[in-house]
């Protein structure tokens, strides 16, 4: 087995091993590059994500005060996936289009929710959950911004469900809603 001549052309910097060509600097200068390129990816990645993070502040749970939920919406997200804002888990012939949720009171741990929607007369809430995405864990007391969706359950207490709209809340109270016009 013969072994590779090789032979200086030092007029031009090149090698000739065996008829092909080699430029003494070009592993030099593709290493180069190719670091110079990995160092320009990396530093446009972070900008990347920040650009693009569908994620927005922490909020102190305790401290919201309503939220209102639509049908055919998603939830911001940042340590898992986005859900429904409204998700229906029984009886769901008819779903609302909005639901809104008031804080009613808060231990330091857990927040009582009492939500309310246009439902027809002989449908109510059978029971409503509120859950959020917690900012830093699941445990945390914050929670993530825009996050929060619904599960809830519907029931029927007679009547047609396509007859007139009534303002019902989970509790089985009517809400009044009132709206004042006021003109100069």
């Not at 911001?76 to 009171?105: A, E, H, M």
Request: proline content about 5%; hydrophobic content about 30%; overall charge positive.
């Amino acid at each position: 087995m013969t072994r590779p001549s090789r032979t200086p052309n030092t007029s031009r910097g090149m090698v000739t091993i065996t008829g092909e060509r080699h430029c003494a600097n070009c592993r030099r200068v593709a290493s180069q590059s190719m670091l110079v390129c990995l160092l320009v990816l990396i530093s446009r990645l972070p900008l990347a994500v920040a650009e693009y993070a569908p994620y927005g502040q922490q909020v102190l749970l305790e401290s919201v005060k309503s939220i209102t939920l639509h049908k055919g919406r998603e939830t911001t997200y940042r340590r898992t996936f986005s859900i429904p804002q409204l998700k229906c888990l029984s009886g769901c012939d008819y779903q609302p289009d909005v639901v809104q949720c008031q804080n009613k009171w808060s231990d330091g741990k857990d927040v009582q929710w009492d939500c309310d929607a246009d439902l027809p007369s002989g449908v109510q809430f059978g029971w409503t959950e509120v859950i959020c995405e917690g900012y830093k864990s699941a445990e945390d007391k914050y929670v993530l911004e825009g996050s929060c969706g619904l599960e809830y359950s519907l029931k029927h207490t007679g009547g047609h469900l396509h007859g007139p709209k009534k303002r019902i809340s989970e509790n089985n109270r009517p809400v009044t809603s009132m709206l004042l016009i006021y003109s100069s």
